[in-house]
């Protein structure tokens, strides 16, 4: 089976994706800011004997900790198979109330650190002839929501280089697949960066508040199908380019991903790829 090194496990669509993985029969490195703080369903599979899931700290911002973990990795499995980059932050405000120094951070957890990640396991699954990214972004990758478009610019970006790796990998053997989220209970939500409105963004936010109430019904608790598209783009022979899921805004997509897919077979075409 394979080796799966998935970030950003803390909780929410981290920790079931790790848990999914390991119902395969998968080997898994589960990583987190703060591993002596993983949730109890990880901890109590890392403390089996022989367990086929470990625990690593990874900070996907800093350099030191991303090169750490992936070395830590392949010195310990000898291989890897399988990156998740789910890691991420949200962040809420206008671009006029965002402060650069957010607008970074936000860029640097949702696209500088996985694309940095991307880096890092792409010798070895070059030498290995195989390999298998997976990038976590959101439905926000494709349309931006007001009031959080730092955030959505940060996924749209990790979407862009997420379909251009996949042409550019392939001839390796190395496939980038990207899932995306619609509107999921996780934590993701509450641990938002935030940033003051304004009075001039009073009205917009209020408007948004509302919309959110009145489609309150399109937010999952069940997290199984986001897991079920990370598995599935992660071991499909030809996976999509990108995986939607979720309900209400995410079914509303599936028209504008589909034409999304004839546009990356247009390029696989220019790539020299049939």
């Known amino acids: 089976m394979a080796v799966v090194l998935v970030t950003g496990c803390s909780s929410g669509f981290g920790e079931a994706i790790a848990l999914g993985f390991l119902q395969r029969g998968d080997t898994v490195v589960a990583t987190l800011r703060r591993p002596d703080r993983a949730p109890a ?9 022989e367990p086929r899931l470990q625990l690593a700290r990874l ?27 789910n890691a991420g932050v949200a962040c809420s405000g206008s671009l006029e109330d965002t402060p650069v120094e957010l607008l970074r951070l936000v860029f640097e957890t949702n696209f500088f650190g996985p694309h940095e990640m991307m880096r890092l396991v ?17 439905i926000g990758a494709i349309f931006s929501t007001p009031l959080y478009n730092a955030y959505c610019a940060s996924k749209h970006a990790m979407d862009s280089i997420s379909a251009g790796a996949d042409i550019d990998t392939r001839g390796f053997g190395v496939r980038v697949a990207s899932v995306l989220p619609g509107q999921f209970r996780t934590a993701i939500g509450e641990k938002r960066l935030m940033s003051a409105t304004s009075p001039a963004y009073e009205t917009v936010a209020s408007a948004m508040a509302k919309a959110r109430e009145k489609r309150a019904g399109d937010v999952l608790t069940d997290l199984s199908p986001v897991v079920d598209a990370v598995i599935e783009a992660a071991t499909h022979p030809d996976p999509k380019t990108r995986y939607v899921v979720g309900k209400g805004m995410a079914e509303m997509l599936a028209p504008v991903v589909g034409e999304l897919e004839k546009l990356q077979a247009f390029d696989l075409q220019r790539a020299g790829f049939r």
């Open 41 to 49: 369903s990880l901890a109590a599979e890392a403390a089996r004997p």
């Open 122 to 138: 792409l010798p070895t699954m070059r030498n290995q002839g195989a390999g298998r990214i997976v990038n976590v972004t959101a």
């Open 59 to 85: 900070d996907v911002t800093d350099a030191g900790s991303r090169g750490a973990a992936v070395q830590e990795a392949f010195d310990r499995h000898g291989r890897l198979d399988i990156l998740v980059n």
